[in-house]
T-cell receptor, first 116, second 111 residues
Framework: AQSVTQPDIHITVSEGASLELRCNYS??????LFWYVQSPGQGLQLLLK??????LVQGIKGFEAEFKRSQSSFNLRKPSVHWSDAAEYFCAVVNAGGTSYGKLTFGQGTILTVHP | DAGVTQSPTHLIKTRGQQVTLRCSPI?????VSWYQQVLGQGPQFIFQYYEKEERGRGNFPDRFSARQFPNYSSELNVNALLLGDSALYLC??????????FGSGTRLTVV
């Protein structure tokens, strides 16, 4: 069964500092991967997605993520964090075949706190 | 263009009652999925519908049911509510069934 692990439950960074959020996945075939962001009490906003091709993908709000098949990882990065980036971030993998086609499996999330 | 719309935004129900949550997908999207997000956890898959047919079901009891209408909108029904059903219920729509856009959710509180 597919699974996603986000090892860091809570990360605190200073405004202007760089950021890397970790994500490891388990999936039997080529994965389709996503990063979503969620502000308190809100729905999920898609930051970026990887389906195939270039392993470094660019997203909205200055975020990027790198797919590394050898490490089963899809880490999210941002070179300079803004206070408005404080939120919860979820990594997800989608089932692209068989039963439950299109089912997203999410990690437990990483809460990002930004200090001024 | 309107995004995924969910109604109501908030709901309070009593244990044992039944609830219906509604979702309107983005225009042209034929796939709708439902997720439950308990506080402090990632969303958990409940159902997916594509072209009015159930395509997938998560590990939820039979108290949970859903349907998709000819206009691709969807309803999620939960019967015999338990305190543990308190959560944010998210609807997501997709054109092809892979990349999803989420609504803002319905916050259900069971007392």
């Amino acid at each position: 069964a597919q699974s996603v692990t986000q090892p860091d439950i809570h990360i605190t960074v200073s405004e202007g500092a760089s950021l890397e959020l970790r994500c490891n996945y388990s999936y039997g075939a080529t994965p389709y991967l996503f990063w979503y962001v969620q502000s308190p009490g809100q729905g999920l906003q898609l930051l970026l997605k990887y389906f195939s091709g270039d392993t470094l993908v660019q997203g909205i709000k200055g975020f990027e993520a790198e797919f590394k098949r050898s490490q089963s990882s899809f880490n999210l990065r941002k070179p300079s964090v803004h206070w408005s980036d404080a939120a919860e971030y979820f990594c997800a993998v989608v089932n692209a075949g068989g039963t439950s086609y299109g089912k997203l499996t999410f990690g437990q999330g990483t809460i990002l706190t930004v200090h001024p | 263009d309107a995004g995924v719309t969910q109604s109501p935004t908030h709901l309070i129900k009593t244990r044992g009652q039944q609830v219906t949550l509604r979702c309107s997908p983005i225009s042209g999207h034929k796939s709708v999925s439902w997720y439950q997000q308990v506080l402090g956890q990632g969303p958990q898959f409940i159902f997916q519908y594509y072209e009015k047919e159930e395509r997938g079901r998560g590990n939820f009891p039979d108290r949970f049911s859903a349907r998709q209408f000819p206009n691709y909108s969807s309803e999620l029904n939960v019967n015999a509510l338990l305190l543990g059903d308190s959560a944010l219920y998210l609807c997501a729509s997709s054109f092809e069934g892979i990349g999803y856009t989420f609504g803002s959710g319905t916050r259900l509180t069971v007392v």
